[in-house]
């Protein structure tokens, strides 16, 4: 079992930055690959960025955000740069029980309770 909990969301206006962190326990930590997800009201969930061995950002947030582990506390950031309006939604962070990244939410175990981000105009 792994627990996730993530922390840093907030307000913000356009072109700021936050940086989202998500603090793993359980099971050995770099067995896994770690993704980030978020889901607007409405909207389904939809892929961030994946970290294992490859790095995957979704066209959306490319450039702007990076996804970034530390195996040494078990924790993974995710740093956001210019945001936007649009990036406005609950991130959740999710592990997943294979060291290959991966853009499905279906296809991670664990999931943290999510940590809401909202970016105004």
């Known amino acids: 079992q792994v627990q996730l909990v993530e922390s840093g969301g907030g307000l913000v206006q356009a072109g700021g930055s936050l940086r989202l962190s998500c603090a793993a326990s359980?099971?050995?930590?770099?067995?896994?690959?770690m993704g980030w997800f978020r889901q607007a009201p409405g909207q389904e969930r939809e892929f961030v960025a994946t970290?294992?061995?490859?790095?995957y950002y979704a066209d959306s947030v490319k450039g702007r955000f990076s996804i970034s582990r530390d195996n040494a506390k078990n924790t993974v950031y995710l740093q956001m740069n210019n945001l936007k309006p649009e990036d406005t939604a609950v991130y959740y962070c999710a592990a997943r029980g294979s060291p290959i990244a991966s853009r499905t939410a279906g296809q991670y175990d664990y999931w943290g309770q999510g940590t809401q981000v909202t970016v105004s105009s």
């Open positions: 970290r294992a061995g490859l790095i």
């Open positions: 359980g099971r050995t930590f770099s067995n896994y690959a």
